[in-house]
């Protein structure tokens, strides 16, 4: 069955320090990958998404997500946060597997200290 | 233009009662897809409704159920409430539904506790 494992549950960091989250997931054929991103008290939002191309794409707010298909992952990254970036983050990815459906890891929650 | 509205925001419900909640998606999105979510297992899929028809079911039981009407408009019910029913519920709209690359836009959800 398709799955998604987001690697770190927790993540804690200063400001100013780079941030690599991992995300690895599991489907041989075509792939749609996103991350989304959930502040504090507000709704899930798209960050970045992936479908075809560069496998390095670029999203809102100085995120970057690096798609290698040899390694099933598409790691998120950002060289240097901010204490704004503290919120959950969530990988997910749609396949055709019974008609696309788009599976979510369980979040890394990133915590940036001032 | 306006974005993916979800009513109500609270409910708290007691167990063995029916629940039902409403989502409309953005003008012009054709698919909406409804989630739970809950700290223990993220984000769990539950169905997926394009052009009033149901398209993906997730692994949930009979007692979950959602429609779609012609307006894009979609509510989901839950009859016979069980305590591990308490969950944020989220509704996501797309464009082309499941598969399309343009990804989710999320409502902000119902926090249903049952009780």
């Known amino acids: 069955a398709q799955s998604v494992s987001q690697h770190n549950h927790h993540v804690i960091l200063s400001e100013a320090a780079s941030l690599e989250l991992g995300c690895n997931y599991s489907y041989g054929g075509t792939v749609n990958l996103f991350w989304y991103v959930q502040y504090p008290g507000q709704h899930l939002q798209l960050l970045l998404k992936y479908f075809s191309g560069d496998p390095l794409v670029k999203g809102i707010k100085g995120f970057e997500a690096e798609f290698i298909k040899s390694k099933f992952s598409f790691n998120l990254r950002k060289p240097s946060v901010q204490w704004s970036d503290t919120a959950e983050y969530f990988c997910a990815v749609n396949a055709r597997t019974g008609g696309f459906k788009t599976i979510f890891g369980a979040g890394t929650r990133l915590f940036v200290k001032a | 233009k306006a974005g993916v509205t979800q009513t109500p925001r609270y409910l708290i419900k007691t167990r063995g009662q029916q629940v039902t909640l409403s989502c409309s998606p953005i003008s012009g999105h054709r698919s909406v897809s409804w989630y739970q979510q809950t700290p223990g297992q993220g984000l769990q899929f539950l169905f997926e409704?394009?052009?009033?028809?149901?398209?993906n079911k997730g692994n949930f039981p009979g007692r979950f159920s959602g429609r779609q009407f012609s307006n894009s408009r979609s509510e989901m019910n839950v009859s016979t409430l069980e305590l591990g029913d308490s969950a944020l519920y989220l509704c996501a709209s797309s464009l082309g539904g499941q598969g399309d690359a343009y990804g989710y836009t999320f409502g902000s959800g119902t926090r249903l506790t049952v009780v």
């Open positions: 409704y394009f052009s009033e028809t149901q398209r």
